[in-house]
């Protein structure tokens, strides 16, 4: 028996390469420079310049690709504009992710620990705070997470895709314990989600297994295969196919596989919820699309039903539960929640348009996430003696928010605005081709209760806006809010405001690249 | 040519930007800055209406067309024809009137600062309804008017404001977002491609019979709401009691015209098959909204409670016009559109007159007041005297258009109607009986008499409704091509079923 050594055309992956062995090298820096300050800014800029060459060499192939795109590794590698656009729109995130996970209080405070191994409220804790020591890891973990993501996107085999989630998840369960105060609540996040997530993954690998044990192929275009050349249904391949939805489903955060979001969310760090609320969502939605457009695009009979009740399920829950929640974090969650719902729905009708309207509704989301966790990290408690604590989430903190930062409390506004998909925000026209799409499917009913749960959420949004703008300051809560000043947070609030009005005004030329990237190398309409 | 269309759309809301970038030195002046855009859009409209060409009233005139997101098939079309005239006018003449009659609410510069540019905003968006041309834009206008306001009812007002905003708010959503279904429904049924929003495109469109019923009834759900018609109508008395009442004076005046003038020139022409079918049931709401509102109105202590009322009773006849689908109903249905803002616009301010001297809409609290302020009186007797259609008012000939109209298609409903003219006569009367006359209490024996500015926002308003009350082949002029054009498009598919 020979084993011959699978050649790789490396070139396709250059900007995936880039990030994880950006992340590599970030491990490095940790042992290289000693100084806490220096090692930081250094982790920070090459992450930074790192993100940066990535976005760059992904630009460059989509502008040079040659005909729909290329394979790599026996077809488990699929680099097309899809792949691409997706590559980019992670990039977009990881890099409003790492500014967020840069930025410090005025007080110069991050939002990690000092040092991940200490136990909570322990000696070493005070010595590691006093020795004034930074968690400069989070740097590599979230590229990891990003290059993890980046894979993910382009993937086209079972197993390979299993390698990936792995890849993007383990840093997240890590970064997600990493949080400064309330390090317990953040631990048992982390704990659950880790627990979940495993859980999830097994599921996912389950299926994968049947799948290849009924059509003897692991990757998706061999599974299509034998799935469109058979005569009936395979049992197996249905069991299958549930089961890695499930496990894909999990990580878009749709109900039932949703109950990890509140406690992740609220318990991580901000700017770790904030680049996994937006990066995780759009690498398990790629995912999903590749999929289901690739390989179960033959068992829509068979499987939308599933598609239409997850979706309906995601929508109402998420709207519902999010009436009634008093914390801001946990509120995006189950507004997130709901969004997933949302991205489903453009499944719904197995259209063609999810390929160029999901990505588009993604980025839309995603900047608008970003954005809103970087205003809560900037809007802080502050204790009677004067002293600056942690982000004020309960919803009551945030009376009267217009008259202590217009400009916060002005561009939260806008996130919610385009959350709630109102017209001339990015998140009115993310709706719009999400909901054309699954209309030019036949799937209007499902629409229907999108537009309808839409409207219900319309209610909680509006109820910030009503806190920051018509509510005055509590009596004698005066000083209790301190709004930070933290340039790389507030440059990312900007600029996520900036595009969400591009996306809202002027989204033609995005659309026309999201309409470019609706082609699948492999698939229905490659 | 000069692109007016779009000049009056973006001008209100550079307005409004320039005012909130205004320096805080600067602000002191900002309600003349405020009153003059308003009066330059004024002048601009009036124009533009010199330069309308009446004789093809029913073409689009001043046309723009360019491309905007061609990826989704919609494009910056803007276009006027007599029926947006009109209501484009509507909005130019009653802004500033509005902007004039609540000079002294605020003292907190900031406040009056985010008033005016929000009404600014307001007054954009209203203009860019009347003259999208394309479906989609319409809906953009239609959906991000809520945002200002939202915020002009729940910032400003009384007690009850945020609660009015937020059911203002939901009621409109839900309106609105189901009829994005129907936008999205409606592109995809139509030619499609780059221009595939345009309102030329869509017309004459192949439906299926239930597609073209529900994209109607999504449309029409939406304007059933704004155009508040029984039982969708709760949200105006809640608004009008709390909103300021230049707030309310737009809302009801012009906004709320949003309704029937998209059941006219949206649903009547995209759908004629679907209006048809849909006509018998929308007419029994139309005359249920007739009786209900003045019945109500009878009732109602609170003075603005009572003008919105009267409203819906006005709106009713408005929707039973539109329906009846006859030439004369449906010209005295956008003539009414018309003259019903002038009416009831002033009547709002009237009344706001009479809660700012009192400090109470109550109609118990007042009394007597004839013989103190005379000429308020008189002014209110007249503009009251327009909302029950006095003859030689103008409100008067559009009614009896809209009834005379459609007593051929349905006689059993105008009956019912009148009935609900003849009420208004009750509801008026009583409110000018217990305001101004018997003994006047003690606290209103020192009532100021109308002042300048406030002759300034109530007599044009009456004048134009004389002029229009005499002569009113000067609008109807404008509308009668409009109205021919619906009307064939509804009638000439009858013949053909």
Redesign the interface.
């Known amino acids: 028996m020979t084993f011959v050594t699978p050649t790789i055309e490396w070139a396709p992956l250059v900007p995936i390469l880039i990030v994880l062995g950006a992340a590599a090298a970030g491990v490095l820096i940790e042992a290289v420079f000693r100084n806490a300050e220096t090692r930081r800014l250094v982790q920070f800029l090459f992450s930074l310049a790192a993100l940066l060459a990535a976005a760059g060499v992904a630009a460059i192939q989509w502008a040079t690709l040659e005909g729909a795109g290329t394979t790599v590794m026996q077809d488990m590698i699929t680099v097309d504009r899809q792949a691409l656009l997706w590559q980019i729109i992670i990039l977009v995130f990881g890099l409003l992710g790492v500014m967020l996970f840069a930025s410090r209080t005025s007080g110069g405070e991050s939002s990690f620990t000092e040092l991940g191994a200490t136990v909570p409220g322990s000696l070493d804790e005070t010595i590691a705070r006093r020795k004034g020591f930074q968690l400069t890891e989070v740097f590599p973990l979230a590229m990891f997470a990003v290059g993890g993501m980046m894979l993910f996107t382009s993937v086209t085999d079972f197993i390979f895709l299993f390698v990936a989630l792995e890849v993007f998840s383990l840093p997240l369960y890590i970064l997600v314990a990493l949080s400064r105060r309330r390090r317990l609540l953040s631990h048992e996040a982390s704990l659950k989600y880790f627990l979940l997530g495993a859980f999830s993954s097994a599921f996912y690998l389950f299926g994968a297994a049947l799948l290849y044990g009924a059509t003897g192929h692991s990757s998706y275009e061999g599974v299509a295969q034998s799935i469109e050349s058979a005569a009936a249904v395979d049992p197996l391949v249905l069991t299958g196919a549930v089961m890695v939805l499930a496990g894909l489903l999990f990580k878009l955060g749709a109900v039932p596989f949703h109950s990890w979001t509140p406690d992740a969310y609220q318990g991580a760090p901000t700017p770790v919820t904030a680049f996994m609320a937006a990066a995780t969502k759009a690498a398990a939605a790629a995912a999903l699309l590749r999929i289901v457009y690739t390989t179960f695009y033959t068992l829509e009979w068979e499987l939308s039903w599933m598609i239409w009740a997850v979706a309906v399920a995601t929508m109402v829950v998420g709207t519902i539960v999010a009436l009634v929640q008093t914390d801001m974090k946990r509120m995006l969650a189950y507004s997130s929640i709901a969004h997933a719902g949302f991205i489903l729905v453009a499944f719904g009708g197995f259209s063609a348009d999810a390929l160029s309207s999901v990505p588009f509704y993604l980025l839309t989301y995603g900047i608008a996430t970003l954005g809103a966790f970087a205003v809560i990290l900037q809007v802080r408690e502050r204790t009677s003696g004067g002293t600056v604590g942690g982000e004020a989430t309960r919803l009551g903190q945030w009376a009267g928010l217009g008259k202590r930062s217009p400009f916060l409390a002005g561009a939260m506004a806008l996130f919610l605005l385009s959350f709630a998909g109102i017209p001339l925000t990015g998140g009115f026209i993310g709706k719009f081709v999400a909901f054309s799409a699954a209309i030019d499917g036949g799937a209007w009913p499902l629409v229907l209760i999108a537009v309808i749960a839409s409207a219900a959420s319309v209610f909680f949004y509006v109820r910030v806006i009503v806190l920051m703008f018509f509510t005055d300051v509590p009596e004698g809560a005066e000083d209790s809010i301190h709004i930070d000043y933290s340039p790389l947070a507030r440059a990312v609030v900007a600029l996520a405001a900036i595009l969400v009005l591009i996306l809202g005004i002027v989204p033609g030329a995005v659309l026309d690249l999201a309409n470019d990237a609706a082609v699948l190398l492999i698939g229905v309409a490659g | 040519m000069f692109p007016f269309l779009t000049v009056l759309v973006v001008l209100p809301a550079i307005g409004a930007g320039v005012l909130w970038a205004l320096p805080a030195s600067a602000r002191s002046r900002v309600r003349e800055i405020a009153l003059s855009i308003t009066v330059v859009e004024f002048i601009l409209a009036a124009v533009m209406f010199v330069q309308f060409d009446r004789d093809t009233a029913g073409a689009f005139q001043f046309a723009e067309t360019y491309s905007?997101?061609?990826?989704?098939g919609t494009s910056w079309a803007l276009g006027i024809n007599g029926l947006g005239l009109a209501m484009v006018l509507l909005a130019v003449i009653l802004t500033p009137l509005a902007i004039l009659a609540g000079w002294r609410e605020d003292t907190d510069i900031k406040k009056r600062t985010n008033y005016l540019a929000l009404i600014l905003l307001t007054q954009a968006f209203m203009v860019g309804i009347f003259v999208a041309r394309d479906v989609f834009l319409f809906?953009?206008?239609f959906?991000?008017m809520?945002?200002p306001l939202?915020?002009l009812i729940?910032?400003f007002g009384g007690l009850q404001?945020?609660y009015a905003?937020?059911k203002f708010?939901?009621f409109s959503?839900?309106g609105g977002?189901?009829m994005?279904?129907g936008v999205?429904?409606l592109?995809?049924q139509g030619p499609g491609g780059a221009q595939g929003f345009l309102t030329d495109n869509l017309t004459n469109i192949d439906f299926s019979t239930t597609a073209e019923r529900l994209i109607f009834l999504s449309f029409f759900l939406a304007f059933a709401i704004k155009a508040p018609m029984f039982p969708l109508h709760t949200w105006l008395p809640d608004v009008a009691e709390t909103a300021r009442v230049g707030t309310t004076a737009l809302l009801v005046a012009v906004l709320d015209k949003i309704g029937t003038f998209g059941m006219l020139t949206l649903c009547l022409v995209l759908f004629p098959e679907a209006s048809r079918w849909a006509a018998p049931v929308i007419i029994v709401f139309a005359v249920i909204s007739v009786l209900y509102g003045a019945l109500l109105a009878i009732g109602q202590e609170n003075m603005l409670r009572l003008v919105s009322f009267t409203s819906i009773s006005h709106f009713g006849i408005m929707v039973l016009g539109i329906f009846a689908f006859q030439q004369t109903s449906i010209e005295g249905a956008a003539l009414y559109m018309f003259n019903h803002g002038l009416s009831t616009g002033a009547l709002f301010f009237v009344v706001g007159f009479l809660i700012v001297r009192r400090g109470s809409a109550n109609i118990h609290d007042f009394g007597g007041l004839q013989k103190v302020v005379p000429v308020l009186a008189g002014t209110f007797l007249i503009i009251g005297m327009s909302a029950l259609a006095l003859p030689g008012l103008s409100p008067f000939v559009s009614e009896i258009m809209v009834l005379i109209g459609a007593w051929s298609t349905v006689p059993v409903a105008v009956v019912f109607a009148t009935l609900g003219v003849v009420l208004a006569a009750l509801y008026i009367l009583l409110m000018y009986q217990r305001v101004f006359t018997g003994p006047t209490p003690k606290g209103l024996k020192k009532t100021r008499e109308l002042s300048l500015r406030e002759r300034l926002v109530a007599w044009p308003l009456i004048g134009l409704m004389l002029i229009l009350g005499f002569f009113p082949a000067l609008a109807i002029n404008y509308l009668r091509e409009p109205a021919q054009d619906i009307v064939s498009i509804v009638s000439v598919q009858e013949a053909g079923e």
Do not use: K, S, T
């Open positions: 905007w997101i061609a990826q989704i809906y953009v206008f959906e991000a809520l945002i939202y915020f729940g910032m404001r945020r905003a937020v708010l939901i959503l839900v977002l189901v994005l279904v999205i429904a592109y995809f």
